[in-house]
């Protein structure tokens, strides 16, 4: 009964969108400073924000440079509205403000090491599969020292998608029922894997990206498990193939 297990990367094995939130807060100060004779909230440039990240993404995937270009074009959509003259040392400063992102440390979340450590033990073919740029994912797989777990299985798209998803698992020619998807996310992980007709284990963070929140309306055609930490995910799957032997 030994498994293939996909892993997500960011907010799955690694904090990531707490450094979002803390650059967006800093951002929207900025905006709050500089549109502050048109009572310009917080609350509106963080939804203006999200709103134009996230069609965003949709075009261009998770291209690094499409989240300070976010903050660029939230920029510009206020000026035009009040019309504010825009100015190139405040887009260049947002700029350097949305690439800073990128350059925070890399902090697992409690017990990664040892939860992919006791799965490895037990068998399981481990597999990380993330989206981004590869430059930087690359950059965050060798500082959390996710080498020795994964090896040569190692994904990085662009996309992150049932296309995408669908291909790993060609590839890999990885048998359906016996392959698990672990994330956070429901649009990139939990339901291109119920699409794909894999188990999946959804990893459900406190704050969470709203591009990456949507309703679940897939059927499983295996295991669907919601769980609140990295760590329940061993025995998360020990208890389902227990109970799928009896």
Not at 9 to 22: G, P, S
Not at 23 to 46: I, N
Not at 99 to 128: C, D, K, W
Not at 140 to 148: D, F, P, S, V
């Amino acid at each position: 009964m030994k498994q293939n297990i996909l892993f997500d990367l960011d907010d799955t094995l690694i904090h990531c969108n707490k450094y979002f939130h803390f650059v967006q807060e800093q951002f929207a100060d900025l905006m709050t400073t500089w549109f502050a004779p048109h009572a310009l909230t917080k609350q509106a440039v963080l939804a203006k924000h999200s709103e134009i990240d996230i069609a965003g993404v949709q075009i261009v995937g998770f291209k690094s440079e499409h989240f300070p270009q976010s903050f660029v074009d939230t920029y510009r959509y206020y000026s035009a509205l009040y019309g504010r003259t825009e100015s190139a040392d405040e887009e260049s400063l947002l700029w350097k403000l949305g690439l800073s992102v990128f350059e925070q440390e890399i902090e697992p979340y409690p017990h990664m090491n040892e939860t992919l450590e006791s799965l490895s033990a037990e068998g399981h073919r481990l597999h990380l599969y993330t989206g981004g740029d590869p430059v930087i994912q690359k950059r965050k797989i060798e500082k959390a020292g996710l080498e020795r777990f994964f090896h040569d299985r190692i994904y990085i798209h662009m996309h992150k998608n049932v296309e995408a998803l669908k291909d790993i698992l060609h590839m890999q020619r990885l048998r359906l029922a016996d392959t698990w998807m672990v994330g956070n996310s429901v649009r990139t992980d939990v339901l291109p894997a119920l699409s794909c007709g894999l188990h999946a284990i959804y990893l459900k963070q406190e704050r969470e990206w709203d591009y990456n929140v949507l309703p679940i309306d897939a059927k499983p055609s295996g295991a669907f498990l919601t769980l609140s930490a990295l760590s329940q995910v061993p025995s998360a799957i020990g208890a389902y193939l227990s109970q799928d032997r009896s």
